[in-house]
């Protein structure tokens, strides 16, 4: 069974830093690109960000840019989102998909509320 | 970048009725369209892609149609697990990718 399981998630100061981890189990991982998807409280979905299988090609959306990073240990089957600069606008449960274009298995999510 | 745009934002329908939801691009995505579920408390669920293809497992009640700008979901015979929030999501030139607004189903 294809499975994700983020991780990582929680409360942080504005202008702090979180790392994301989204375990991955049940597919050949390295073949897949992969994506974080999110939802800010109430919201609807806001693309994020990609990485090819390889991890040799990122994507970002304009508001993460400059600030998030993609990257995957695929020894670990384990994809990571390090967010840096945070503000509230942050504020959202965060989901990693497995491929890179439309998103057929997504993980529970992992919640991140950037607040003083 | 595309912005997508869903109609209504919120369809109350009858147990047993049909339901067509509508999603539109900005300019052409080509056929390069999905549509997702989106129950409260859990992750989105796959439902169409390619504008007319099911994902595995999805029911055939589940219909996409459309191309180009203008795309429709049907529900035919809505059930009870059926009342959610649906989003339109194109992946054409991307990135970036994007979403619309969602349209929440609810029993009428």
């Known amino acids: 069974e294809v499975q994700l399981v983020e991780s990582g998630g929680g409360l942080v100061q504005p202008g702090g830093s979180l790392r994301l981890s989204c375990a991955a189990s049940?597919?050949?991982?390295?073949?897949?690109?992969m994506s974080w998807v999110r939802q800010a409280p109430g919201k609807g979905l806001e693309w994020v960000s990609g990485?090819?299988?390889?991890?040799?090609?990122?994507f970002y959306a304009d508001s993460v840019k400059g600030r998030f990073t993609i990257s995957r240990d695929n020894s670990k089957n384990t994809l990571y989102l390090q967010m840096n600069s945070l503000s509230a606008e942050d504020t959202a449960i965060y989901f990693c998909?497995?491929?890179?274009?439309?998103?057929?298995?997504w993980g529970q999510g992992t919640k991140v509320t950037v607040s003083s | 970048e595309i912005v997508m745009t869903q109609s209504p934002a919120t369809l109350s329908v009858s147990p047993g009725k049909r339901a067509t939801l509508s999603c539109r691009a900005s300019?052409?995505?080509?056929?390069?369209l999905a549509w997702y579920q989106q129950k409260p408390g859990q992750a989105p669920r796959l439902l169409i892609y390619?504008?007319?293809t099911r994902a595995t497992g999805v029911p055939a009640n589940f219909i996409g149609s459309g191309s180009g700008t203008e795309f429709t979901l049907t529900i035919s015979s809505l059930q009870s697990e059926d009342f959610a929030v649906y989003y339109c999501?194109?992946?054409?030139?991307?990135?970036?990718?994007?979403f619309g607004p969602g349209t929440k189903v609810d029993i009428k």
């Open positions: 998909a497995k491929d890179l274009r439309f998103f057929i298995v």
């Open positions: 049940g597919f050949t991982f390295s073949s897949y690109g």
């Open positions: 990485i090819s299988g390889s991890g040799g090609s990122t």
């Open positions: 300019q052409s995505v080509n056929n390069n």
């Open positions: 390619g504008a007319s």
């Open positions: 999501q194109h992946y054409n030139n991307w990135p970036p990718i994007t």
